[in-house]
């Protein structure tokens, strides 16, 4: 099971076409071209039931291992992300679904208005595949969006 694990994984590395000593955004999830978040370029995703659409930018231009970073999330209510949604509540996490883990410490959002969220102290604390989680919360119903990336 290790191998296949193992084979999955270096699939999708090669499929984000990983640049070295920097990360990738793997597909999950993202609809429209690829885009390369260490340059600035907002990364694009839409919640899985396609009620929110969400624009992040990594604040640094790489992804330090065991060192925290932040980004910046904008949650709109239409395609174009023109519309700011409101009412809503913005959670972050993330993953590596192939260690079973996700982050040691939880990172804090916090609410920048106009649909904008800051989150900090974001640690990925090991090189590998991880899985970003963006959970938009309005009264008793949660979306997710996700979308993942390698750490090198």
Do not use: C
Not at 60 to 79: H, K, M, N, Q
Not at 85 to 101: T, Y
Not at 106 to 124: A, D, K, M, Q
Request: charge should be negative; avoid cysteine; charged fraction near 25%.
């Amino acid at each position: 099971m290790a191998r296949w694990t193992d084979r999955r994984l270096a699939l999708a590395v090669l499929a984000a076409g990983v640049a070295v000593g920097s990360f990738s955004a793997a597909a999950g999830g993202r609809h429209g071209p690829t885009v390369d978040p260490s340059r600035g370029d907002p990364v694009e995703l839409a919640s899985n039931d396609g009620t929110y659409f969400l624009a992040y930018t990594l604040e640094a231009t790489t992804i330090p291992e065991s060192e925290p970073f932040a980004l910046e999330v904008g949650v709109f209510a239409d395609e174009a992300r023109k519309l700011p949604a409101a009412g809503i509540e913005l959670a972050f996490d993330a993953r590596m679904p192939q260690h079973g883990h996700g982050m040691r410490r939880e990172p804090r959002v916090s609410e920048l208005g106009e649909g904008r969220y800051r989150v900090e102290g974001i640690l990925l604390h090991m090189p590998g595949y991880w899985e970003l989680y963006f959970d938009v919360t309005r009264g008793p119903i949660t979306e997710r969006a996700q979308d993942s990336l390698v750490v090198d």
